[in-house]
């Protein structure tokens, strides 16, 4: 076992790893950050979503021995400092952007990847670029308004 | 997946002194190897990580072409391409999703060589140069069918150099659930003439269609395509599509591809 040693949601933290420990199971098993979920496991789905060195990747899909020293968000890093939820947290809960909740960890990472990049995205961008994430409860339609809204657009009413 | 030594060198000399041993296999950006050891289809005893390597990773412009480094991220070749190559950089732009983007790499890919795989299609149709540790082979002789390369046991690609092309592009029919090429077809018009090469279709994996070339060569126009058939003898049957249906995707995308670049 090696210790690995990274900066996850601004906190300095080591935990043992083997040669195949993935960094969603480091992230889980060694930090217990239950907050990234596995969903397929075959790097197909995107629940696993986080940001390693600014970057969205599939946690389930790169080793946690890559990343000696990387800075590491996921979901348990995206609500406010005073425990309130983020922005893009606050839109999915107004537009009902989530009804299991499953993938929703992956969609706000993936939408908080996108909102860096393109801080104005057009409906089609956002479609677009979610298409490594998976929801199989709403049909997308409010996960989408959820990620037009925090990214201060105009959604159309209901 | 069974457990195994990561080793993360950060010269190309010290990744190949270490995949000396039979057992170990290199490791880029493992979009494609990590779900392949999940599913114990491959069980190396050492995995020699290339990722930590300076020397293979980014893209530059030389005088004999666009220079991408092996470990260089599908995304960004997506934006440092855009300039010099832009067919290359929307090609890599389109590759599984953004998360898959930031970590999949073009010496991945070719060193995989998925016969469904988007750069094959560009490598081949541009002629390119596959550089290595050990030499540089030609785009023609590198793919050898499907999953197959002219990779010698413990060689590494270091780096891809494209010749830049008058006019190029690339389109492709994504299989909507893993977003690889159900076929996808890249063509590249030089002043000696035309290049076309085709992915997702073929049980060889990706190849030149040398009637295609022919046709666009005397007239670069989509109707020089018309008539054209490929036979569907050789073609990828699946679930997904018939071998005639791929066949018949070929010239499609092909046309598509004409008529965009």
């Known amino acids: ?158 | 997946m069974y457990d195994f030594e990561l080793q993360k060198p950060t010269s190309v000399a010290e990744a190949v002194a270490a995949l000396a041993d039979g057992s170990a296999q290199a490791l880029a950006g493992g979009q494609t190897l990590i779900p392949t050891m999940k599913q114990r289809l491959a069980d190396p005893g050492t995995l020699v990580s290339l990722m930590a390597i300076p020397a293979l990773q980014g893209v530059a412009m030389t005088s004999s072409g666009l220079s991408i480094g092996a470990t260089t991220t599908h995304a960004v070749v997506a934006l440092s391409a855009l300039a010099h190559y832009p067919a290359l950089a929307a090609l890599a732009g389109q590759i599984g999703d953004p998360a898959v983007r930031n970590r999949g790499t073009i010496g991945g890919s070719i060193a995989n060589n998925d016969p469904s795989a988007c750069y094959p299609a560009a490598i081949l149709a541009s002629n390119a140069v596959i550089v290595t540790n050990a030499r540089e082979i030609a785009a023609d002789d590198y793919f050898q069918g499907m999953f197959a390369t002219a990779l010698e046991e413990g060689e590494i690609v270091t780096a891809v150099r494209f010749p830049i092309p008058l006019q190029a592009a690339y389109v492709k029919f994504p299989q909507p659930a893993s977003r690889f090429a159900l076929v996808g077809a890249f063509v590249a018009r030089f002043e000696d003439g035309v290049r076309v090469a085709v992915t997702g279709a073929s049980n060889n994996g990706a190849f030149r269609w040398n009637a295609a070339e022919t046709a666009l060569s005397a007239d670069f126009i989509v109707q020089a395509l018309a008539g054209l058939v490929l036979p569907a003898d050789d073609m990828i049957a699946d679930l997904h599509g018939s071998a005639e249906y791929r066949a018949h995707l070929c010239a499609v995308m092909l046309k598509r591809a004409v008529l965009a670049a």
């Open chain 1, 1 to 158: 076992m090696k210790t690995v040693t990274m900066r996850v949601n601004g906190k300095l933290v080591s935990a043992p790893t083997e040669g195949r420990t993935l960094l969603v199971e480091y992230l889980r098993e060694g930090l217990r950050l239950t907050g990234t979920h596995v969903g397929c496991d075959t790097s197909q789905c995107g629940a696993c979503v986080v940001h390693v060195n600014g970057l969205a990747v599939k946690s389930c899909t790169i080793f946690a021995q890559e990343l000696e020293g990387a800075e590491v968000l996921t979901i348990e890093g995206m609500a406010n400092s005073d425990g309130s939820l983020g922005v893009i947290q606050q839109a999915f809960q107004d537009y009902h952007g989530l009804q299991c909740g499953f993938c929703t960890p992956g969609m706000v990472m993936s939408a908080a990847a996108l909102l860096a990049e393109n801080p104005t995205p057009s409906e089609a961008e956002v479609r677009q670029y979610l298409e490594g994430n998976l929801c199989r409860c709403t049909g997308y339609h409010n996960i989408v308004k959820a990620i037009l809204a925090a990214s201060g657009q105009a959604v159309a009413a209901e």
